[in-house]
């Protein structure tokens, strides 16, 4: 019984360090990003700055990665 619950503790353990994301700020007009260690979700808000006389474009939308520390 003891070994069942160790176990159960453990899993427990490493699915919240491998799916528990950590929010960060990017400063380019609002994106967010949310990385763990087996995903990213990065939702765009950006800005970017057309020549002069044009308007401002804004990139908006939602990027999934999966393992992205591997894709490179």
């Not at 929010?23 to 970017?48: E, F, H, M, P």
């Not at 002069?52 to 999966?66: A, D, H, K, S």
């Amino acid at each position: 019984m003891r070994k069942r619950t160790a176990i159960i503790i453990v899993v427990i353990v490493v699915m919240a360090i491998l799916l528990v994301p950590v929010k960060s700020q990017l400063r380019d007009g609002g994106t967010v990003a949310y990385t763990a260690l087996t995903y990213r979700v990065t939702v765009l808000n950006n800005l970017v700055p057309e020549a002069e006389g044009e308007p401002v474009e804004r990139i908006t939308g939602t990027e999934i990665e999966l393992f992205p520390f591997f894709a490179r």
